[in-house]
């Protein structure tokens, strides 16, 4: 096996073991705490966020870091738990540090498992709120108590590029070279040339 043979594999070991920790990092481990954008009720037991701007950005999804403050805000809840569909379950979000409550929905059952909450005109400034939500047994649900679980975001930020999309897109920048070293003589004649140069 030649040089350029072996580091054609190790790039390729590398591209696919980053690729699949990356998958792995947004959830793939479903129940574990590599996800971010949820609740944990009680240990092993979780509601699901997501946030929507779908006036500003159309179909991405948010979670600790909404990009606008005067944008329609959707927040999706989901919980699979079916005892919790026969809870009833409240929402509450505050202005942080100040506490001041800018949205409210009272208690009530959402038999779906999904409840989506709509700010019309997102939150009145930029800044960092908390979601409060609380889950109290219905009348009759017995061995159930009062549950409570808090969620900080973001607001007014602007879109922001993770980290891992970064190197994401640096790696996918690599791997389209790649393919042309393979594929076109001449740009891998002149890499060889590069690289035979750096290595006197």
């Known amino acids: 096996m030649n040089k350029t043979t ?14 699949s920790s990356a998958l792995w990092a947004h959830g793939g481990a479903a ?8 609740f944990e009720l009680e240990p092993g037991h979780w509601i699901h966020y997501t946030a929507y701007q779908p006036n500003a950005y159309q179909g991405e999804e948010f979670c600790g870091n909404i990009p606008e403050a005067d944008s329609l805000m959707q927040l999706v809840f989901d919980y699979q738990d079916i005892r919790y569909r026969d809870m009833n379950v409240s929402f509450e979000v505050t202005q942080e540090p100040a506490g001041t409550t800018i949205f409210k929905q009272d208690a009530k059952k959402h038999k779906s498992g999904t409840v989506v909450l709509a700010l019309p005109n997102g939150v009145p400034e930029a800044g960092k709120y908390l979601i409060h939500i609380t889950l109290e047994p219905s009348e009759g649900q017995t061995g159930l108590e009062r549950l409570d679980a808090h969620m900080a975001f973001r607001a007014g930020a602007g879109k922001t590029t993770s980290t891992t999309g ?11 070279l790649y ?18 140069k750096a290595k006197e």
């Open 166 to 176: 970064m190197i994401l897109y640096v790696l996918f920048g690599l791997a389209g």
């Open 6 to 19: 072996r580091l054609r594999n190790g790039f390729l070991v590398l591209l696919g073991l980053f690729f």
């Open 179 to 196: 393919v042309l070293y393979l594929s076109h003589d001449g740009f891998k004649n002149k890499v060889d040339e590069i690289l035979g």
């Open 31 to 38: 129940g574990t705490d590599t996800d971010q954008c949820k």
